[in-house]
């Protein structure tokens, strides 16, 4: 069985920065994409960024390129996402997701919430 970890979300302030961190635990497998999606109000689940392993390549939405970092840390099966100069359009529930052998994880859910 997998778990996915997350952790980092809260309150920001329009401008400022955040780093959300998912740990995978569990079995996973040598070749996989981590990484996050987000929910707003109203609003379906989006992809935000995830990356590759083993390749490291990476995808963003539109909306978050030059703005969040996706990366994988040091520690087994993390990766953290670095967000920057962030709006109030950012404001979401933010998931962690691991696909791998045809099959899609998820974690809870943390909220980031971009307010003055």
């Known amino acids: 069985q997998v778990q996915l970890v997350e952790s980092g979300g809260g309150l920001v302030q329009p401008g400022g920065s955040l780093r959300l961190s998912c740990a995978a635990s569990?079995?996973?497998?040598?070749?996989?994409?981590m990484g996050w999606y987000r929910q707003a109000p109203g609003k379906q689940r989006e992809l935000v960024a995830v990356?590759?392993?083993?390749?490291?390549?990476?995808n963003y939405a539109d909306s978050v390129k030059g703005r969040f970092t996706i990366s994988r840390d040091n520690a087994p099966n993390t990766v953290q996402l670095r967000m920057t100069a962030v709006k109030s359009e950012d404001t979401a529930v933010y998931y962690c997701n691991l696909k791998q052998t045809g099959l899609n994880y998820w974690g809870q859910g943390t909220q980031v919430t971009v307010s003055s």
């Open positions: 569990g079995s996973i497998s040598r070749v996989n994409v």
């Open positions: 990356i590759a392993t083993p390749s490291g390549s990476t």
